[in-house]
Every structure is written in C-alpha cells, then in structure tokens.
C-alpha cells in the first residue's frame, strides 16, 4: 500500500517543501539521515513523532521523483 498520504506541501511548513505529514520535518531530513547511514530505528528515537511508515513514505516519494521519462535528442 502507499504512504505518500503522508506527505505534504503547505507554503505555511517548512516554506512548502515536501514534508511529514504536516510535521516541521522535511522529506530531505529523512532522506539525508539515511543517506547518512542512520537505521530507521534511530530516526524514530531522534524523532518521536515519527512513524515506521513515514520513512517508508519518504522513500517513495524520492523513488517517484526519479522515475521520469528520458528524451534523447539524435
């Protein structure tokens, strides 16, 4: 099932950047503290108004920003 309900966009939050479900808490961080070798388990203590599905939302929601069509020029 999907979590990107999860995700939101208010101009009034975190300047309307994609974030957790209206929390002051970007989908940047989340991705930032995985990239950086974080397990979820130490997200969700360092954040307690996390939830397990909120970091899989966050990773679909970069996995949906890449997929997109490629033009090639000849």
């Known amino acids: 099932m999907s979590e990107l309900y999860r995700i939101t ?3 009034q939050i975190c300047s309307g950047r994609p974030s957790i ?3 002051r808490i970007r989908v940047k961080d ?3 503290l995985l990239a950086s ?3 979820q388990d130490e997200i969700l203590a360092d954040y307690p108004l996390l939830e397990p599905e909120d ?3 966050a990773l679909e929601y970069a ?3 890449t ?3 490629v033009l090639r020029v000849a």
């Open 37 to 39: 070798g974080a397990d």
């Open 21 to 23: 479900r209206g929390l």
């Open 30 to 32: 989340v991705l930032e």
């Open 9 to 11: 966009f208010d101009p």
């Open 67 to 69: 997929d997109h069509t």
């Open 55 to 57: 970091i899989t939302a």
């Open 63 to 65: 996995a949906r920003q």
